[in-house]
């Protein structure tokens, strides 16, 4: 699997997993808060095992993983929660996103 497929696998699951557990908490109680705490668990857990599992150096993609991990959260958010980001979470993100570009993609003392 191509290093991009295990950040997109990775933070899915991730911020999937969060989602559920948030649901758990706030929606439901007694044995659906258990089942989704353990889903939620589940998730989490494949997020740190596909991030780890990446045929890459953490380092060299944490840029992208930031980014990634930030567009992933906006869509997982609309998606479980039906929110849309608002006028500051977009122009935060577009600096997150500029700067995980920047940082993955920008290698210090190559000249073009």
């Not at 380092?59 to 479980?80: E, K, P, R």
Request: proline share 4%; with cysteine.
């Amino acid at each position: 699997m191509q290093p991009i497929a295990f950040l997109l696998l990775a933070t899915a699951m991730e911020v999937s997993g969060d989602a559920i557990v948030r649901i758990g908490i706030y929606r439901h109680g007694g044995i659906a808060r258990f089942a989704l705490f353990l889903a939620g668990a589940c998730f989490l857990f494949g997020y740190g095992y596909c991030l780890n599992r990446a045929p890459v150096e953490f380092g060299q993609v944490v840029g992208l993983y930031i980014a990634t991990l930030f567009i992933m959260w906006q869509v997982i958010n609309f998606a479980a929660f039906r929110a849309l980001p608002n006028l500051p979470i977009l122009v935060g993100g577009a600096f997150i996103i500029t700067g995980g570009l920047i940082v993955t993609f920008w290698k210090p003392g190559v000249s073009h």
